[in-house]
């Protein structure tokens, strides 16, 4: 008989597919067979409980700086070893290129960040702030060379790009199959009504929704699908957050444009009232797009249902809730003066499990699409990722799924000081994570060393591969011979 290396016996398995008793053997970090009585050197007893495949983040922020300059409260030690306290063994943070700055070298320098500090497998956003010409040309084919297959932009901030500068950047993506993505916000509304609110003396916390209008989200999602869909370029709209944003996505989804789109824990579980809390701390809750309403919070549920959405991130964005962070302004600032985001590694998986699976009804191979799977088709890393099957790396999560724990941020270990979801029940708790067959995380411990996690180079895929069907303006045969591409 064959002696694995480890073998997790006796849990209930669960893919995006299906669900099974089973014994899960790991050879070589890799999942070498699944069976019944298998042996191992190592034996992890599951009976009783789910072994899911470890979640894959497909946005997160570590080590980096907002658009005002200051820089979040995790380095990748602290963020990726939250992520795997809640069962995510794989992310997907960004290489912020600063306007002026070399795209490479920002490259380089998240590259080393990571490399000395990653606890779980991670690949990278190329965040382009400035897609000059030479950027385009000279340094972006050498990245998609090197495993870098997505790019971010911003419709907002000062890091905004202008419609032609976005169409520059999604011809350079079609050029390369790479999947873009897109904050989606309208910047004139925003600076208009910043500037109108606090004129009027309309400063606090509570003022910050109002400020990001979500006419202005849906403006800006047509907006980037109009210019995407002109030169049949597959996108991905991040952090959907209402309705009228919805209703954009499934118009053109419903028209045959190749699009995909995600909406985040937090715009999930929390709604704008956060933001107007009595004690004074709704900066802590300051997010963009903001927090919106109850019924946007249902309208989200249920295109993840219909399949309007295809994941559900963290886009964890940690400030401390100190003078380091969100009280940089002073113990009561303006919400113009607070950095936008919000902590959410830790308990991406745990909420969404609790609400998915116990509350709401989805069956638990939903909860492993959203979570993993999708992510690591959409992103590419579907060959190693997101699934429990033989040849993929044994990324494992072994959950409780009756352990009922208190949300506080001490469970998180993250940077940030404290956690958006303070005091909320959750039922449902991974209570072992492995990575690559190796625990790293037992019973909330992290067992793993600093920069033993990986980068995963990869290319677009079939995600990123244009639709085939060109607008009429760039299709050579209908508009009189013009190769436009």
């Not at 070498?32 to 034996?43: P, Q, S």
């Not at 950047?169 to 916000?185: G, K």
């Not at 824990?265 to 900066?283: E, S, V």
Request: charged share 25%; with cysteine.
């Amino acid at each position: 008989m064959t002696t694995f290396d480890v073998v997790v016996r006796g849990g209930t398995v669960a893919t995006a597919a299906d669900r099974f008793t089973a014994d899960v053997a790991v050879a070589d970090g890799r999942i070498a067979a699944l069976g019944h009585d298998l042996a191992g050197a190592e034996v992890i007893d599951a009976t009783g409980k789910l072994v899911l495949p470890g979640g894959v983040d497909g946005h997160c922020h570590i080590e980096q700086r907002s658009a005002a300059g200051v820089m979040n409260a995790d380095g990748f030690e602290s963020a990726t070893a939250s992520a795997a306290r809640g069962g995510t063994t794989t992310v997907i943070p960004f290489a912020a290129q600063p306007p002026g700055a070399s795209l490479a070298e920002a490259a380089a320098d998240y590259h080393a960040r990571a490399a000395r500090g990653a606890i779980v497998d991670y690949a990278l956003h190329l965040i382009l702030a400035d897609p000059r010409p030479e950027v385009l040309t000279n340094e972006l084919p050498p990245l998609v060379e090197a495993g870098h297959a997505s790019l971010k932009i911003f419709l907002t901030y000062d890091i905004r790009l202008d419609d032609e500068r976005a169409l520059a950047v999604f011809a350079a993506a079609r050029r390369h199959n790479l999947m873009v993505c897109v904050h989606a916000e309208n910047h004139a509304m925003i600076a208009w009504l910043r500037e109108r609110l606090v004129a009027r003396g309309h400063g606090d916390a509570r003022y910050h929704a109002t400020s990001h209008p979500r006419h202005g989200e849906a403006e800006a999602v047509h907006r980037a699908i109009a210019l995407a869909r002109l030169v049949d370029q597959p996108l991905m709209i991040f952090h959907v957050s209402c309705t009228e944003a919805l209703a954009e996505i499934r118009r053109a989804r419903a028209a045959g444009v190749k699009l995909f789109a995600e909406t985040c824990t937090h715009y999930l579980t929390l709604t704008r009232d956060a933001l107007a809390r009595d004690d004074g701390r709704g900066a802590e809750w300051i997010c963009s797009p903001p927090l919106r309403e109850a019924h946007d919070v249902e309208a989200l549920w249920r295109a993840l249902e219909d399949g309007t959405l295809a994941t559900v991130s963290s886009d964890h964005a940690p400030y401390a809730a100190d003078a380091t962070g969100k009280y940089g302004a002073g113990p009561a600032p303006a919400f113009t003066d607070v950095p936008n985001g919000l902590p959410g590694l830790a308990f991406r998986l745990p909420l969404l499990f609790d609400a998915m699976v116990r509350r709401r009804g989805l069956r638990l191979e939903d909860f492993v699409r959203l979570t993993a799977s999708e992510p690591a088709r959409v992103y590419n890393l579907h060959d190693r990722k997101g699934s429990i099957a033989i040849g993929k790396d044994a990324d494992l999560a072994i959950w409780d799924p009756t352990r009922r724990v208190t949300l506080a941020h001490a469970l998180a270990g993250d940077g940030a000081g404290y956690t958006p979801f303070e005091g909320l029940e959750v039922q449902g708790w991974p209570v072992q994570v492995l990575r690559r067959g190796e625990t790293v995380v037992q019973d909330g411990e992290v067992t793993a060393a600093p920069g033993s996690g990986r980068f995963l180079p990869r290319r677009g895929g079939e995600a990123a591969e244009p639709s085939g069907r060109p607008v009429a303006e760039m299709d050579a045969g209908r508009n009189f011979g013009a190769k436009l591409l």
